[in-house]
Structure formats: structure tokens, C-alpha cells
């Protein structure tokens, strides 16, 4: 008989109880609607093969999704390109910053999709000649993996266009490496809206769960990208999902998966679940402190590590 609970019938209430007790970290104050989030917030769904969502309190209060939007963009840009995106941009893990301004030294291209320069260009290769398609192609691409219509934070996506020095440095780092081809101000223009797009955990849960099951929306049905789609993002936020922490993050959850300044963590356990959580203070790799201790017990408890579960393990 296995060790492990089973999803269905697991105390999230009783993991989030617990969370609150785990304090540390700090929030990120990039721009005023990240530096002002309640440090104390703490939500946590899941999203499971039968389309069922199960969540704690908190889990329909709506974040920037920020980096969490990150294998989605590289899905559809690959959706978009017909696999074409692989050739644009790297897949190695960087050991740097999420914003390390730094691309491959020897093509100039971003060294993967999940730090900002390679989010930059996958959000410029989506189908759409101009930022508005773009962005509207983003937003009903995200709203299928999401099984609902997603929206902007109108304010946070134009703070995040006027302060991100780093990601305009980047953009046009990567103009003059010849490896962007739209304007560096358009490309961080949808970027930033992008990094906007308001999501909860119950949605941010659907969206990995998506994922997981490859590429099948396990709410509405939906084949939102082919198998091999999202296996090709799964694999790479297993590799660089959690930037220069990722492979710590293996080691001891070993569950695909993407952090961000928000505090959001989205995880695909492959063909078990989607799951999420969402609180705002970070440990020195940007990851929610809290976030990375519930992902840790929700692996051992429900046996998600894709090389076998370690409890204990820290
Ligand atoms: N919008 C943030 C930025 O570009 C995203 C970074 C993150 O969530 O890690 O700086």
C-alpha cells in the first residue's frame, strides 16, 4: 500500500495553517503593487486530472501573475512557430539571476525562456504584427490554459514597462545582437503586459495542471498545444524554472516548476497534477519561502518527485 495521501482528500487547509507559521524572506519592491503585498498572504490550490480544483482560503485573491507567465509563453511561442522558437533560443540553465543581462556568447541568443531576456523574445515571436495583436494573442492563449478569461492589471503593466531598466537593457542587447527583430521598447511593451496578467492560485493550479497533463486543459478539455509542446516546456522548467536556484529545487521537490517575484509558484507534476502557491516574501533565488516549504511537503505527502519522493530531504 503506498505511503503517500492521496490529492483528493488532502488537508490543504491544515498545509496553509502551517505555512503561516514559517516566516523569513523579503518582498520583492520592483514596482509599488509588488512592495505594498501582505507579506502574511499565503494561498494554495490544486488542480487534478478529473478537472477538480481544490484550494485554501486566499486561493481566489488575484497577483500579477509576473514569471509564472513564463512557460506559457514559451508553449505558445512554440505553438506560434511551429517549434521555430528552439532555434531563437537557448535551453541551458543559467546559474544567474532571473535579469542577468547576458546572452549565449557565441549566437547572442537568451540563454533560456525562463529568465527575462528569453521571455522577451518568446513574448515578440507570438503570432501578431504589432503590440496589440500580440498582446491579445497572449491573453486568449493564457485564458485556454487557464479554462477562464484572464485580464491585465493595466497599472502594474505600465509601472512594469516605465521601471524595467534591466529589461529594456536587455532588449536591446539583444537588437544589437541582431537575435530580436521587433523594437526593444515593443518587445518589453508586451512583456510587460504579459508579466501583468492577473491570475489566483486556483488559475495559476489549472495552467500547470495543463502542463502536466500534456497540453490538455483538464478543466474545459481543451488540447490547448500538443503533447509534445508541452512536454518540451515542462522539461525546460525542470531545468531552469527556478533560475539559479533550480537545481536545489530538483534535489529536494523535484516537481517542474516556475517561481516569480510575485511569490507565485506554479508546479506540473506530470500526469498527476497542477498546483500552486502564492506568497509574496522571497528567499535570495526569488522564490516564496514559503511557497518552496509547501511545495516540499505537498512532493512527499502526495509523492510528486519525478525521480522517486525523498522525504526528509530538505
Ligand atoms: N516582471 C518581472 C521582471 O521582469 C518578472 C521577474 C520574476 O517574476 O521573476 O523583472
Not at 489566483?200 to 486543459?217: C, H, I, K, Q, Y
Amino acid at each position: 500500500m503506498s505511503r503517500h495521501r492521496d490529492p483528493r482528500s488532502y488537508d490543504l487547509d491544515r498545509l496553509r495553517a502551517e505555512m503561516l507559521d514559517h516566516d523569513g524572506g523579503e518582498v520583492n519592491d520592483s514596482i509599488p503593487q509588488l512592495a505594498s503585498a501582505d507579506p502574511t498572504f499565503c494561498a494554495i490550490a490544486m488542480a487534478l486530472p478529473d478537472g477538480t480544483v481544490r484550494s485554501t482560503a486566499q486561493a481566489d485573491v488575484a497577483f500579477s501573475v509576473q514569471s509564472a507567465v513564463k512557460p506559457f509563453l514559451f508553449a505558445l511561442a512554440l505553438l506560434d512557430t511551429d517549434g521555430q522558437a528552439l532555434e531563437r533560443i537557448g535551453i541551458e540553465p543559467t546559474g544567474e539571476a532571473f535579469d542577468a543581462i547576458k546572452l549565449e556568447s557565441d549566437t547572442g541568443r537568451p540563454p533560456n525562456p525562463m529568465v527575462n531576456a528569453g521571455a522577451l523574445l518568446t513574448a515578440s515571436i507570438v503570432d501578431g504584427d504589432d503590440v496589440a495583436a500580440r498582446d491579445a494573442r497572449i491573453l486568449t492563449g493564457l485564458s485556454a490554459f487557464a479554462g477562464r478569461p484572464l485580464e491585465v492589471d493595466e497599472e502594474v503593466a505600465r509601472d512594469e514597462h516605465l521601471l524595467g531598466d534591466r529589461n529594456h537593457a536587455l532588449a536591446h542587447l539583444m537588437r544589437a545582437e541582431g537575435t530580436l527583430r521587433v523594437s526593444a521598447d515593443d518587445a518589453v511593451a508586451v512583456y510587460a503586459r504579459a508579466c501583468a496578467v492577473l491570475v489566483d492560485a486556483e488559475v495559476l493550479a489549472v495552467m500547470g495542471a495543463t502542463l502536466a497533463f500534456g497540453g490538455r486543459n483538464p478543466l474545459t478539455g481543451e488540447q490547448v498545444v500538443p503533447p509534445e509542446v508541452a512536454r518540451d516546456v515542462v522539461s525546460v522548467m525542470a531545468t531552469c524554472g527556478v533560475y539559479d536556484g533550480s537545481g536545489r529545487w530538483m534535489r529536494s521537490v523535484g516537481v517542474p516548476a516556475k517561481s516569480s517575484v510575485s511569490g507565485a509558484i506554479v508546479m506540473s507534476a506530470p500526469q498527476r497534477l497542477g498546483a500552486a502557491v502564492i506568497s509574496p516574501p522571497l528567499d535570495e533565488y526569488g522564490t516564496s519561502v514559503r511557497g518552496h516549504a509547501a511545495s516540499k511537503r505537498l512532493s512527499d505527502e502526495l509523492g510528486l518527485h519525478v525521480f522517486g519522493s525523498a522525504p526528509g530531504v530538505d
